[in-house]
């Protein structure tokens, strides 16, 4: 019998994907969004299929519908979204939790939530398995989110023992691919579209920092083997593409990949930013006989190729 899944944040980057994949393997898929960063367009393709529904609502309010499983995606996640409310990010990511929480219990559903590599802070551990507890500044600019998600994840184990609640915990690296947001400050956006544009490339520090990024094919299937699971699983589980770059030998790639004329502008770092982040993927490895499939080279190929397409159509308005 096809399920009737719940995506929260399905209108964003990821939970879009992760909509088009459900929808694809014959469920049914409730959408549930604020459109705080999502929109309705990155979800327009999939809006005229009777198995899709499309419902603006915000988390952090209580939520009654009938669904047999829940992905809980909803909560900006580019420093820039996620700082210009704070207050809402963690609210989102805590009271939004304890809603879809207390909806899993109500209906006795499997629930994932999409926790992220933040949890780890700046670390001091290299590369980060998933009983590394982290490095995070407390009172920083991005605790809202860092503090927001690991209070999250305490949420979702305690529901686990206090209420035997079927729980999944993703703690998700770096993810680009298409329907990024072009205006989110993100690297791999930044870089592509200042490359195309042959604006300067904006590299903050001394670009040694380093990075891990997975492409969102291979994020989404992580997140559906995960929640496919038939078993308990007591424990968080790292959901990235182990390929560590520094962000300088990113800006090269694209700049030759896009044939750009760009050249670097170095600017300041930002406080808090981590100089290292690399998944340990064991975990995943073993439980889900998952590994990213799709290599940087490749990645970087398909999102050139629509922010490409994207930047073609907004100059074709802008002059029509
Ligand atoms: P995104 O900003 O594109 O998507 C988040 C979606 O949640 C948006 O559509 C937004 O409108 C919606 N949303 C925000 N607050 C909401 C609220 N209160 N109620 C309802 N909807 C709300 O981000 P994304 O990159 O697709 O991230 C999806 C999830 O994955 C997030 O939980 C994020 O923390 C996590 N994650 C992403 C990355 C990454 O590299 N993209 C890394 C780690 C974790
Ligand atoms: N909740 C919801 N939908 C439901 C059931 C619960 O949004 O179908 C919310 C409700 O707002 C509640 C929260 O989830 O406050 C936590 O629910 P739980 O049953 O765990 O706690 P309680 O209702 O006892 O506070
Ligand atoms: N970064 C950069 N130039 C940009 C945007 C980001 O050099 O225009 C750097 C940023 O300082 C960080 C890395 O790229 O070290 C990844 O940044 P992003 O915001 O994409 O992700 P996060 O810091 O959350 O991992």
Excluded at 47 to 53: D, L, M
Excluded at 282 to 287: F, G, I, K, Q, T
Aim: proline share 7%.
């Amino acid at each position: 019998m096809n399920k009737r899944v719940l995506v929260t944040g399905g209108a964003g980057f990821i939970g879009s994907h992760l909509c088009a994949r459900l929808l694809k393997e014959k469920n049914d898929v409730l959408c549930v969004d604020n459109f705080f960063t999502g929109s309705r367009s990155n979800v327009s393709d999939l809006v005229g299929n009777p198995s899709f529904e499309l419902l603006r609502h915000d988390v952090t309010f209580p939520l009654y519908v009938e669904v047999d499983e829940i992905y809980n995606l909803a909560c900006p996640a580019s420093p820039i979204h996620y700082q210009r409310d704070p207050v809402q990010t963690t609210k989102t990511s805590v009271v939004g939790a304890i809603n879809m929480l207390g909806l899993a219990k109500r209906l006795r559903v499997r629930i994932l939530q999409t926790s992220t590599s933040e949890v780890y802070g700046d670390p001091d551990v290299h590369p980060q398995p998933e009983d590394y507890r982290g490095r995070v500044n407390i009172t920083g600019p991005r605790a809202c989110y860092d503090e927001g998600k690991r209070c999250a994840e305490t949420l979702f184990f305690d529901y686990q023992r206090q209420h035997r609640l079927p729980i999944r915990v993703a703690r998700i690296f770096n993810t680009y691919g298409p329907r990024m947001h072009p205006n989110d400050g993100r690297v791999v956006s930044n870089f592509i579209i200042q490359a195309l544009t042959g604006e300067p490339i904006t590299l903050y520090g001394d670009g040694q920092q380093t990075r891990s990024f997975c492409y969102v094919d291979d994020q989404v299937d992580g997140l559906v083997r995960l929640m496919g699971v038939d078993q308990d699983i007591p424990v968080p589980v790292n959901i990235g593409n182990p390929t560590e770059i520094t962000i300088a030998e990113l800006a090269h790639r694209i700049v030759a990949m896009c044939h750009s004329r760009s050249v670097i502008s170095y600017r300041p770092l930002p406080q808090d930013d981590p100089t290292q982040r690399c998944p340990d993927i064991s975990r995943a490895r073993d439980l889900l006989h998952w590994k990213p499939k799709v290599d940087l080279e490749d990645g970087l190929r398909r999102t050139i190729a629509y922010f490409d397409a994207l930047l073609t159509r907004s100059s074709a308005e802008i002059h029509a």
